[in-house]
């Protein structure tokens, strides 16, 4: 979706550089409030600090003036009304599941979604009596026809997904009525897509990754409505997993730089599956960019940007995929994404290791599956490297041996 401009006439990219700077004063660079604890004037004041869902200045654990500047403006750019800093990804999404389901209730996911992710609904969730249903999110309609009426109380969505960048419809989950709909759009930032506008009511980020974009911040962010953030304040109160002032302060710094570091990674990235898609160690390549990609016309319509992050398949199996780890030099092998250094990872070794062999294959990650995100080096450096790799790999384990 195009970068419009919003009613007050500013672009997205210029927001990220403008928001959040309410406490500032006069200063250009964000404040560390590096404090746990606040001091009240009365009791009566005390009291209503800390029953105050938007209070900054009682205890960093319910709020803080430094997290505070980062949730707004992740609000700011998603479109929503709130939105509310955690101590990493997956706290977010923890608080959203547990804060919002109860014992007897019931949730539709994605098959195709962030290994963690996966544990959490279909390990942890049982234990508490919540019901899930794994659907194909790719296949239309899939995820309004799991939903069990009168039980149903959360549809999750990932897009594009980890680690194979399959997309999803948004207008689809969006529409659905009954549950809460959540999208995980960590791979997109709220610059290449923003959920909310197609009418999706919880969206979350592991801002760790591209948003932060540095790989010094390890922060979680869920954007909403007042009310749904309103309600999930005080399990997350309670939950415990508050955004440190510290990352949150990395996380002001990083959203600055999102919209240059963003379309430099999407360069390099689409500038590599252009080399990867025919070299003879490659059985095939994943980027909503391609116009092979399965869903490329849906990720054209949702978003702005194809993004950094791109996936392959290697012919061979896990030894071609070791050897590839191994002979990279300028692109590091590491288990992340977004930041300034050019990284691959193995999900089935990594990411998505707690998944059984047939849990993997229902979700297409093969022993061959590499998971690329792009840096900010010269692309032709990243692109000579890889590709160099590759060209080492083949000599090693030549295609027709394989």
Known sequence: ??????????????????????????????????TSTFTADSVSEARDLAVDTHSTRFYTRYGNPTVKAFEEVVADLEGTESARAFASGMG????????????????????????????????????????????????????????????????????PANPKLDVIDLAEVGAIAG????????????????????GVDLVVHSATKAIAGHNDATIG???????????????????????????????????RTLAVRLRQQTDTATALVAALE???????????????HPQHELAAKQMELAGGLATFELRGGYEAGRLFMEEVRVVQFATSLGGPESLVTHPASTTHVSLLPA???AICIGPGTVRFSAG??????????????????EEI????DR
């Open 1 to 34: 979706m195009a970068d419009e401009p919003s009613t007050g006439g500013l672009h997205a990219h210029t927001r990220a550089i403008r928001a959040g700077r309410a406490d500032n004063q006069n200063a250009l660079a964000p404040i560390l409030w590096a």
């Open 92 to 159: 977010a999404l923890s608080v959203i599941v547990l804060g919002l389901c109860s014992s007897g209730d019931h949730i539709v996911a994605q098959r195709q979604l962030y290994g963690g992710t996966q544990m959490l609904l279909q390990t942890v969730c049982p234990r508490f009596g919540i019901g899930v249903t794994f659907v194909d999110g790719t296949e239309p309609g899939a995820f309004a026809e799991a939903v069990i009426p009168g039980r149903t109380v959360l549809v999750i969505a990932e897009s």
């Open 179 to 198: 549950p809460m709909t959540v999208v995980d759009s960590t791979f997109a930032t709220p610059l290449a897509q923003r959920p909310a506008e197609y």
């Open 221 to 255: 962010v869920v954007a909403g409505s007042e009310e749904l953030l309103a309600w999930l304040w005080s399990y997350a109160v309670l939950h415990g997993a508050a955004a440190s002032p510290f990352d949150a302060l990395n996380a002001l710094r990083g959203v």
């Open 278 to 292: 025919g070299h003879p160690a490659v059985e095939a390549v994943y980027y909503p960019g391609l116009e092979s």
């Open 359 to 361: 849990e993997l294959e």
């Open 376 to 393: 900010l080096e010269h692309t032709d450096d990243v692109v000579a490297d890889v590709i160099g790799a590759l060209d080492r790999v």
């Open 397 to 400: 384990v030549p295609s027709a």
